[in-house]
């Protein structure tokens, strides 16, 4: 995400930013209380509402594929089930934490009870959105990962209370690079020190949201620079990916702001791995155009193909699905709730059928090197199928 946020009320002028602002000084910018889902020891507790398994068939044939990319054929039996401490189910995983949130140099990893590969697993890298720093905005897409045996390191690139301030770039200058720099090296430094053997280094998997879609354009290149050899990418995954901070700002704050950019156009030349770009066609903050220009960056060497997501509808109630720049998360967080989000124009964070079948479905296409999947995103209650993405590339509008 990204600091125009703030700013992009629909007709309530200053008043979004003046309430956000203080909530993130009030809160701690959603990083300095953690939920049970996030506490040390073991693995976390599910509320029944909350747990996939609990979900209704009719539900799941909605939201979750019973087969193929992004369905449960993959989870572990060894990462989810009873506990009789709490006296319900869990997704069983360990919890390993590393920096400090208030200067924006801290990671979680999640360490499923099941490794994929026995005694280690590859690494996902999940790159959050800017403000939208606790992993609990992506539970259901981590908890997707973890469940399959996979390892999830979350690192956060900006600081709380009122260092995030200074990171939207209104009294200094921004620098993404920095932020990059800061996320890899934590993520890095959790992976060496607590993570150690189970993590498969030579199968490190990106995905990255909104901001952090565009940081992982220079991931690769950065961790050259960084001299880190022994992190080898395998496939990237950039769902709203945003090269253009000011895009959408009102003029007045485009001129306030000072973010200096990560080179991306720099960056995408030292991606070799599979690239997979998901766009909105409701996306205000990282528009389609932004979605071409970094497929056409690519080298033409380098496996890439885009999508562009279309908003649907036809169906009632939680079934409407609008590819707007909240799509990817998968529920609202401590301090950013769905009043907010839609009152800032990102479009609530809602779990839905674009969840499990398109941005659960890439993540688990990428690691086989699958660029056009082949959709599937069943039915709604009518009987009626929802609308499938659209391959766009270069063309993307």
């Known amino acids: 995400m990204r600091v125009s946020f703030f700013f992009c009320g629909k007709g309530m002028g200053s008043t979004p930013w003046l309430v956000l602002i203080a909530a993130m000084v ?47 054929e993959g989870y572990l039996p060894g990462n989810f089930g009873w506990d009789a401490g709490c006296l319900c189910k ?77 990171s939207m770039g209104v009294f200094d200058e921004a620098d993404q690079q920095e932020w990059l720099n800061t996320a890899i090296l934590e993520s890095k430094k959790l992976i060496d020190t607590q993570i150690k053997r189970r993590a498969d280094k030579s199968q490190v998997y990106l995905f990255g949201y909104s901001v952090g879609g565009g940081l992982a354009t220079r991931f690769i290149r950065t961790l050259a620079e960084l001299g880190i050899a022994d992190l080898t990418v395998r496939g990237v995954v950039l769902a709203h990916p945003q090269i253009d901070p000011k895009q959408g700002m009102p003029d007045f704050v485009a001129g306030m702001v000072k973010i200096k950019i990560v080179d991306w156009a ?42 562009k997501i279309l908003s649907d509808e036809d169906g009632t109630g939680d079934e409407h699905v609008h590819s707007d720049h909240g799509s990817p998360m998968c529920r609202p967080g401590p301090w950013l709730n769905n009043t907010m989000l839609e009152m800032l124009g990102i479009g609530k964070a809602t779990l839905n059928v674009h969840d499990f079948r398109i941005y659960f479905a890439a993540t ?34």
């Open 26 to 72: 009030l809160t701690g910018c959603g990083s300095g209380v953690e939920s049970e889902f996030l506490l040390g020891g073991r693995a976390v507790e599910m509320d029944e509402d909350d747990s996939l398994e609990d979900m209704t068939e009719v539900s799941r044939n909605h939201f979750q594929p019973l087969s193929g990319y992004g369905s449960s």
């Open 90 to 166: 869990r997704v069983r995983y360990t919890t390993f934490t590393a920096g400090c949130k208030e200067t924006g140099s801290y990671a979680w990893g999640f360490v499923p009870d099941q490794l994929v590969d026995g005694d280690r697993a590859p690494v996902y890298i999940y790159l959050h959105g800017f403000l939208a720093s606790d992993p609990r905005y992506y539970r259901d897409h981590i908890e997707h990962l973890v469940r399959q045996g996979f390892i999830v390191v979350f690192p956060i690139y900006h600081p709380a209370r009122f260092g995030v301030i200074n």
């Open 266 to 307: 720099d960056g995408v030349q030292a991606i070799e791995a599979p690239t997979l770009i998901l766009g909105g066609d409701k996306d205000g903050f990282a528009r389609m155009q932004q979605v071409s220009e970094l497929f056409l960056g690519l080298p033409a060497s380098t496996p890439k193909a885009a999508w």
């Open 364 to 397: 688990d296409a990428i690691r086989d090197g699958v660029l056009e999947l082949p959709w599937d995103l069943g039915m709604n209650s009518k009987g009626h199928p929802y609308n499938l993405p659209v391959q766009c590339d270069g063309a993307c509008q």
